[in-house]
């Protein structure tokens, strides 16, 4: 039923100019857009979220200054900008090795304001911290239109933490408290518990193990070590909620191995079990979606409701295109309590980007 990052992708300059400097675990992506775009451009994207407000659609990636579209039909996208110009004020000072490309965003909207968490990292390490920005509105047009950064929520420090601060993921449960899920390689994807102000870490800390692969033993704390987890999102649905995870490498061309896994529990603090039972945090998880011949890899994904329909929202490399990322959304069934989705959204689904004029 249900059935990051080692090498750049070898094409670098095409009407979207794509930058990818890639390690172990780390994924550097700038896109910049040319001044020229065919009709049939497609948005080339890394690590999608949405949001939706009013009538419109607002999605936001990887990118300098988080790169963000607009749109009305989740189909055509219009550039609309970076959040950033260009770059967080602390970011150099807490991340020396930063070089002015923010990760993996999230969005939540929370008693009328939007909070948007970034990552910032250094090649190839764990120093990394996760950091956030709030705004009234989504839309550029509105006079209310200013995001308020307020710095630093979590940091990651190597040879102190086996943990990366790095592909921040936000839900509230049931009880209206605010959890932040996070992580990349190194000990797997963790869970903390967020102050209602969304902005700080509740007191007492509050720390839970979601998911992770196996670490050799001897692998040094500084490096990112071969367990290839990255990506939690995690979305409630009936009973139990859905931790969605990316497991493999991407940007390797043919060789990409990036795919998604589930696991689910009745707690949002875990344990998260797959099909077979299998505790997530001993590297269980039932796949969802994987590559073929045609896309090489796909991951970091996003869930949403909008208008009573699930939505699953990711990138592809498509093999026909040098492996370039390419946005995907497709619609989510469930069957059993489990999330079903098709590998014809591979094909099916073609964004169009629209540059604003």
Known sequence: MLSKRSMPSTRYFD????????????????????????????????DPVMAQEGGTYYL??????????SSQDMQEWEHAGQVFEPEPEWAREVVPGFEGHLWAPDII???????????????GLNTSAIGV??????????????????????QSVPNRDLWN????NIIIDEEGVAWMSFGSFWGGLKLVRLADNLIDLAQPEEWYSLAKLERPAFVPDREAGPAEIEAPFIFKHGDYYYLFVSYGKCCRGE?????????????????????????????????????????????????YEFDGQHYLVFHAYEAADEGLQKLKITEIEWADDWPVVSESVLEEYQSKLILNE
Not at 109 to 123: D, I
Not at 165 to 168: K, L, W
Not at 278 to 291: F, K
């Open 60 to 69: 936001f990636s990887t990118g300098p200054g988080i790169t963000f579209y």
């Open 109 to 123: 909207e929370h008693e009328g304001q939007f909070y948007l968490y970034y990552s910032v990292s250094a090649f």
């Open 15 to 46: 009407t979207i100019t794509k930058q990818l400097s890639v390690s172990a675990g780390v994924l550097f992506c700038a896109a910049t857009l040319s001044t020229e775009i065919s009709a049939d451009t497609q948005v080339s994207i890394h």
């Open 133 to 154: 920005t709030v705004n009234a509105t989504l839309d550029p047009e509105s006079p209310d239109y200013h995001w308020r950064d307020q710095g630093v929520v979590l």
């Open 165 to 168: 601060a790095i592909d921040p």
């Open 255 to 303: 060789d990409s191995t990036y795919h998604m896994a589930v696991g689910r529990s009745s707690d949002v603090r875990g344990p998260y079990l797959d099909q077979d039972g299998i505790d997530m945090a001993s590297g269980g998880g039932s796949v969802i979606l994987e590559g073929n011949n045609e896309w090489y890899g796909v991951g970091h994904n996003s869930i």
